[in-house]
């Protein structure tokens, strides 16, 4: 299948284990095609992909099933939507918002592939966040990875955390992103770290299983 939207892109099915369930999800696996797209184009449609980060940060909810079930969650740069997708089936209520509106059809295509219903999905650009909601958790994966956009999630996440929430965070160890996290600490917020290794799943790079730092964090008041 390939998408009207985005010339030359095409969905793959792919089967993701987590919890001795497999997780069946369409997405675009060819990364070179979609960095090809974003050196000509305004849009880079980068949450086609299923990163690594997505598959590490849904593993590791799995494993906090306890810390999700009927909270209020929040998926931000939610893509082809694995993490929010496990997120509903531990029993939160979900949210996934991307800019993207191509990837939010393919989450809804995915949610339903894996008889997952009960999510809400939005479009939104970070630099122009409207939701005043208030959620328990936060989910990221990948998101840092722009110096330019990461002061507006710092914004989304001290606007719409509630007292008591934390994000749960997967990023592949960007030095921004630990630039940031580092600046973050010193402004009085905390990060509980641990690391995954995840099989690749976009095509690129020597094989080998990618590391991912996985991060619950919290912000004072």
Excluded at 61 to 83: C, D, F, M, Y
Aim: hydrophobic share 45%; charged share 20%.
């Amino acid at each position: 299948m390939t998408l009207s939207c985005f010339d030359d892109l095409a969905l793959e099915a792919v089967s993701i284990p987590i919890g001795g369930r497999e997780w069946h999800l369409e997405c675009v696996r060819d990364q070179g095609r979609v960095l090809a797209y974003a050196e000509s184009h305004a849009q880079a449609p980068y949450g086609l992909l299923l990163w690594e980060s997505a598959v590490a940060l849904a593993r590791s909810l799995h494993t906090r099933s306890t810390l999700i079930a009927n909270k209020q969650v929040l998926e931000l740069g939610a893509g082809v939507g694995l993490p929010g997708l496990v997120a509903r089936s531990l029993g939160a209520e979900v949210w996934q918002t991307d800019n993207l509106t191509a990837a939010l059809e393919i989450a809804s295509l995915n949610a339903r592939a894996n008889a997952v219903g009960g999510i809400t999905r939005f479009t939104a650009d970070w630099t122009q966040w409207t939701d005043d909601r208030l959620y328990d958790v936060i989910l990221g994966s990948d998101i840092l990875y722009e110096r330019a956009m990461q002061g507006s999630v710092v914004s989304i996440f001290r606007r719409n955390l509630a007292p008591d929430g934390f994000v749960l965070l997967a990023d592949p160890a960007r030095q921004q992103s630990i630039d940031l996290l580092a600046r973050l600490e010193d402004e009085g917020a905390r990060f509980d770290l641990e690391i995954a290794y995840v099989e690749p799943t976009c095509g690129l790079g020597s094989g080998a299983p990618v590391e991912i730092v996985l991060l619950k964090g919290a912000f004072s008041a």
